[in-house]
């Protein structure tokens, strides 16, 4: 793995330690929701910054995560059905993850929640948004799922192997050896493919979109930020035009030499947007 690699990354029992101890202590929740268990790191003081992962999963506590904590409470969920959290096996679609997502803030007690969702957590946190917005401040959606885009296709996961399709993610494919090395660690092949059994089960009919998610969008109220990358291979960024002009109090920027997997190919540049879109 890369020197400058952060976190950890834990896999059902056993832990890859990536390399680099964070300068910012994290600790390890399970938080029952609907005979669930839902395991969460969180670390940092302050606001609460919620951050659902991408259909890839998580791998752990990472460069984003550790500049929002320096002034946020950061927290960090493993989605129902991925990494160390339970499965619900009733779950059919994102909007199910959604509200489990929703007791949890619930169970958590938080409060003026700025939620970020990253590509496939995107689609679950707009589905949240659009059942129960209560306990939201702010919505910061990151070349985020769910929307069909009216110009090209979105890039199917299931058809492609692992770490093609990561690949596809950064806006330079050198980055991701740079990040992953020339042989990526068995551990994460095991997080991607069990991932993808969850985001299957989800998000297979239609793929990595609803059909009811755009017409329910107009009542968001919360204020949103959307954010793309100018180079996204993954998702059209007809998708985030579509989610800025939806939701009545949305804006839409868009990062520069950054892919879709953004928090990986700029996390300074979209740690900035979050953290000024959660103290306005």
Known sequence: MPEDAVGIVRWKGGELTVTTATAIATQRRVIPVADLDLHLREGG???????????????????????LAAQFRVITPDLPGFGESERPDWAREPRDIALLVSRMLERLDLTDVTLVGLG????????????????????????????????????????????????????????????????????????????RIMTARVSWSPYMFSRRLPHLLCEVKTPTLVVWGDDDRIIPKDSGLQYAERIPNARLEVVPNAGHLVEWDAPEELAQLIAAQATV
């Open 45 to 67: 003081d302050g606001a609460p910054v919620v951050i659902l992962h991408r259909s890839i999963g998580t791998l752990g506590w990472d460069a984003l995560e550790e500049k």
């Open 120 to 195: 496939f957590g995107g689609f679950v946190a707009a589905e949240l948004a659009t059942a129960n917005e209560e306990r939201l401040k702010s919505l910061v959606l990151v070349g985020a799922a769910g929307l069909k885009p009216r110009e090209g296709e979105i890039v199917d996961q299931m058809l492609i192997e692992h770490a093609a399709y990561v690949r596809q993610g950064f806006s330079d494919e050198a980055r991701f050896e740079a990040r992953f090395g020339s042989e990526l660690h068995p551990d994460i092949k095991d997080i991607w493919e069990f991932s």
